[in-house]
């Protein structure tokens, strides 16, 4: 190592020495422990080296069985680390020569140094540009001198795109939902490109409607490259305007503009789809080889679906459901609009709101018939996934097509998702949190998958790390109560009741998802536990009157009915559930919620042929 070196490597030394004895560390020992490590990994080019396991195992005294994706000690940690040096630099190291960032998604901290600036009466003979020349050079010279390591380290590949909602930039607005498709079916193609690190939606989309920096995107997302665009539009006229920019540096690479007819928009997401991949030296998945293009008037439809499948309540799936049936009317020879029917049929049996036999008669042709259209369509194996595990209860056959999803597109979350679900009604719970950890690393702002994980935690009975993963969830997506469900349940299990009955309330149906038995059913039993009799017998009864007018889980019921320790009605509703083949009864069965009943001889018989049946 060259005199330069040791040079260098001294200032980063004596800058962290700055900020380990200053007062927002002075009370934080790991904290010390944990940057410590981390810079002399870096110094050392080591930088490789530093993982979420291997920290957790050197600074926190994890053991060998220690897994990431279930305790999430080193990310809690690492967020707190990045407040201390923030609160750090802001107060008594705000001259500091050189700072120590730890970049978020990473662990591999970053050194800048930051030019002092000149006396007063020296500052009319230097000119602008030799300023900035003297800064760049200090910085060049620091990161030199430290080794700082690029791609093996944990920084951004050089093949890494996001794909960033487009704006709509029409006089009326009102073309979000196709803008938004757009950059979805982007997403969806690049992400089939062997070689091809693409951010999944929940990730990109968090920007949405924010004028952030591009190189500010980039670092959050830990990518090389970012797809922008903008919509205008005049009754069918489009005019589409798309860039592929640089996240370092901010430069635009490639760029195009558009204009088409609304018919066009679909050959128009592979085109763009196929410059992106070029442009880093790659082929988009299939070649060359020839897509159908659907009708303008049903892809329009189908996206108009798919923004209302998103939003999460049953009304906004009814009119999903009515959107997707107008494009297969439109266009009778389109996949996607057939796979899009069938999620909205299976997502109806799943919150209680119809019975299984009527949602699999309805969904399975659907689905069947997205996949003679389209073989490859990951949609279409997807929604045959759900079906075969909700509404079949036949989990090799959901295995099956779940791993076909993730094999024809692997870069994309859902299927993984998708797959983790399977595995926990098969009662392979620990499997099942793995998967949601890899769903989580390709969509890491997906709240959806982090409750999925929560959940799979409390089934496991690691109730501690199923908060942990549950208050992520919530902090993705403060207004969805999914993470809600199990917080509160964990909580009560752990006996921090005065936590669960704060966050109770959240699981409550709004008036836009009042029909949603599954989830009153949640809330009721929440307040079961909590001792809350009487107001769970309130939303008991709602319940019970809804199932006098229409369809209603009978594993709902039964979820209260246990909650309230009456188990002789319990086990009534909850073998109506069996005969019925209610997707929500495996669900429960996995819950520490049905332990009081497992020694019981009519529950342990029910049980056997839910176990027989989850190992054919």
Avoid at 269 to 283: G, K, P, Q, T
Avoid at 361 to 377: F, G, I, N, Q, Y
Avoid at 554 to 565: E, F, M, N, S
């Amino acid at each position: 190592m060259n005199g330069g070196a040791n040079a260098g490597e001294e200032t980063v030394r004596s800058a962290l020495d700055s900020v380990l004895r200053s007062p927002p560390f002075a009370a934080s020992p790991k904290l010390k422990d944990f940057l410590r490590y981390c810079v002399e990994r870096t110094l050392e080019g080591r930088g490789d080296e530093i993982k979420e396991y291997s920290i957790g195992h050197e600074v926190y005294g994890r053991n060998k069985h220690f897994d990431p994706q279930i305790d999430s000690i080193v990310r809690v940690e690492a967020a707190r680390l990045r407040r201390k040096l923030a609160e750090y630099y802001e107060g008594a190291g705000r001259n500091d020569g050189l700072r120590i960032d730890l970049p978020k998604g990473g662990y591999v901290p970053e050194f800048r140094a930051i030019p002092a600036a000149p006396p007063a009466s020296a500052k009319h003979l230097m000119r602008p540009w030799a300023a900035g020349a003297i800064a760049i050079l200090s910085v060049a010279a620091t990161i030199a001198a430290v080794r700082l390591t690029v791609g093996r380290s944990g920084g951004p590949t050089a093949r890494s795109v996001a794909v960033l909602p487009f704006s709509d930039l029409t006089a009326t607005k009102d073309r979000g939902y196709l803008c938004d498709g757009l950059a979805d079916d982007i997403i969806d193609r690049l992400s089939r490109v062997p070689g091809m690190l693409v951010v999944a939606r929940n990730s990109s989309f968090r920007f949405k409607g924010q004028a952030a920096d591009i190189r500010e995107v980039g670092r959050q997302l830990r990518v090389r490259r970012i797809l922008e665009g903008s919509v205008r539009a005049a009754g069918d006229r489009l005019r589409i305007s798309a860039q592929l920019v640089d996240a370092s540096s901010g430069y635009r690479l490639w760029s195009s503009t558009y204009e088409r007819q609304l018919r066009d928009l679909p050959s128009l997401r592979d085109e763009i789809s196929r410059s992106v991949a070029e442009s880093l030296s790659l082929r988009l998945a299939g070649g060359d080889k020839p897509r159908r293009a659907p009708k303008p008037e049903a892809y329009d439809l189908y996206l108009r679906g798919r923004y209302y499948s998103r939003l999460g309540t049953l009304a906004d799936d009814d009119r999903a459901r009515e959107l997707f049936e107008q494009a297969v009317a439109k266009d009778p020879e389109y996949a996607e609009p057939y796979a899009g029917l069938a999620d909205a049929y299976s997502t109806l049996a799943q919150h209680g709101a119809m019975p299984a036999a009527e949602s699999l008669v309805r969904a399975r042709p659907l689905a069947r018939k997205a996949l003679e259209l389209d073989p490859d369509s990951m949609e279409a194996h997807l929604a045959m996934a759900r079906i075969a595990r909700m509404l079949q209860h036949d989990h090799r056959e959901a295995e099956q097509y779940s791993r076909k999803a993730i094999a024809l597109n692997p870069g994309a979350s859902r299927p993984h998702n998708v797959y983790g679900l399977v595995l926990e009604v098969s009662g392979r719970l620990a499997e099942a949190v793995k998967e949601y950890g890899e769903a989580s690393r390709l969509d890491p702002a997906s709240s959806q998958v982090k409750a999925n994980q929560a959940m799979a935690l409390y089934d496991l009975r690691q109730y501690a790390q199923a908060v942990s993963a549950a208050r992520e969830s919530i902090a993705l997506s403060p207004q969805s109560y999914a993470g809600y469900i199990p917080l509160v349940a964990a909580q009560i299990e752990m006996g921090a009741v005065q936590e669960a009955a704060r966050n109770v309330q959240r699981l409550r149906p709004t008036e836009a998802d009042a029909m949603n038995a599954s989830r009153r059913s949640f809330y009721a039993a929440a307040l079961a536990r909590l001792g809350r009799s009487a107001e769970a017998r309130g939303e008991l009864a709602v319940l019970l009157r809804s199932s006098e007018e229409r369809y209603v889980s009978p594993a709902t019921i039964a979820q209260v009915y246990l909650a309230l320790r009456e188990f002789d009605r319990a086990e009534e509703y909850l073998e109506e559930a069996y005969e019925k083949s209610d997707p929500l009864l495996w669900r429960l069965h996995q819950t520490p919620a049905a332990d009081p009943l497992r020694t019981r001889p009519r529950y342990r018989e029910l049980a056997r042929k839910l176990n027989t049946e989850a190992n054919q």
